[in-house]
């Protein structure tokens, strides 16, 4: 066994002249397990200290900087505007054979848009993001028509949800409800301006309001309605002066008089449109578009009146 001086070793204490005898010196080991976590404590010493040195991920669920690891509150407007009550969809029940077409007697017209008659009810559903509380939620509809719409005009009106309808007044009523979809009856008065409007359903919840999609409807006059000035109390005159598309033309002299088929053509396409384009090109504000003697004179100075930009010379 080779003698190993202490001038030898790099750790040898104050006596230079000692001499050890039978003493190998063991390789130091690198990389031991107190220099590893005297490491891992001068890393997290470190980002304690400056935190700005670790910037932390976006990702992050957990709280890294609590010692408890405690979940990161929630954000308030996601969670609110999660509840939130919105429309995903409206349907008019626009069709010519649908339950709206046939009892207000517009089924004849050949147009995909609902066309309605003032003084009575109609239905539309409605579907929700989710089920309809009536406790917490809030829900109206909106009809708007002409350029301007006013609700002290009566061009912008604004139609409550109540328990039970009333005659000759803007309402709706919850009459169906299964899941998220709900069914709805509105009234209108008699009295309403007549022509285009623009229907959206609007929603109140948690301090949210959600709008949904304009949809398009025509409101006409109604000859089966009694608070209507143009009420026919037969039904074969309405048959006749109302829903009859076809008559006769007479012509000739007072001695010689013939007669021949014409064809009145109201319920083709376009024909309804060209009358409410009329109206509108008129200088009739839409506040005079309830009174049918108003709107008879004027559709007669658009057609006849070459001063006027009639139609017909």
């Known amino acids: 066994m080779p003698l190993v001086t202490s001038r030898q070793r790099s750790a040898v204490g104050r006596w230079p002249s000692i001499t050890l005898v039978g ?18 404590g001068c890393s997290r010493w470190i980002r304690r200290m400056c935190p700005c040195l670790y910037p932390r991920s976006r990702n992050y669920v957990v709280d890294q900087g609590t010692s408890d690891g405690a979940a990161a509150k929630p954000n308030k407007e996601t969670e609110m505007s999660s509840l939130a009550l919105a429309v995903v969809s409206v349907d008019l029940l626009h069709s010519p054979s649908g339950q709206n077409r046939k009892e207000h007697h517009t089924d004849h017209y050949h147009t995909n848009q609902l066309v309605l008659r003032r003084g009575q009810t109609f239905q539309l559903f409605v579907t929700l993001s ?6 917490s939620d809030r829900l109206h509809l909106e009809l708007k028509t002409g350029p301007l719409p006013m609700v002290s005009k009566g061009t912008h009106v604004i139609v409550p949800l109540v328990e039970e309808l009333e005659d000759n007044c803007w309402e709706a009523k919850v009459v169906e409800k299964a899941g998220s ?24 919840s948690n301090g949210v309001e959600a709008t949904s999609t304009p949809s398009d409807l025509c409101f006409l006059f109604n000859p089966w309605c009694e608070e209507d000035t143009v009420f026919l109390d037969d039904e074969e005159l309405r048959k006749e002066y109302v829903l009859n598309d076809t008559g006769l033309i007479y012509y000739g002299t007072e001695k ?4 021949r088929t014409w064809n009145y053509g109201q319920f083709d396409e376009g024909i309804l449109e060209a009358c409410l ?12 578009r309830g009174d049918p003697i108003n709107v008879v004179r004027v559709i007669s100075a658009m057609i006849n009146s070459l001063d006027d930009s009639g139609v017909l010379e």
Do not use: W
Not at 130 to 135: C, E, K, L, Q, V
Not at 182 to 198: E, F, R, T
Not at 256 to 259: K, N, R, V
């Open 23 to 40: 003493v190998e010196e063991e390789p130091e080991k690198e990389g031991t397990e107190g220099a590893e976590s005297q490491g891992r």
């Open 181 to 204: 979809r709900i069914k709805l009856s509105v009234n209108s008065p008699a009295k309403a301006v007549i022509g285009q409007y623009q229907l959206t359903v609007v929603t109140h």
């Open 256 to 259: 010689q008089i013939g007669c």
């Open 277 to 288: 384009f009329l109206l509108d090109k008129s200088s009739t504000p839409p506040t005079g």
């Open 130 to 135: 989710r089920p309809f509380t009536p406790d």
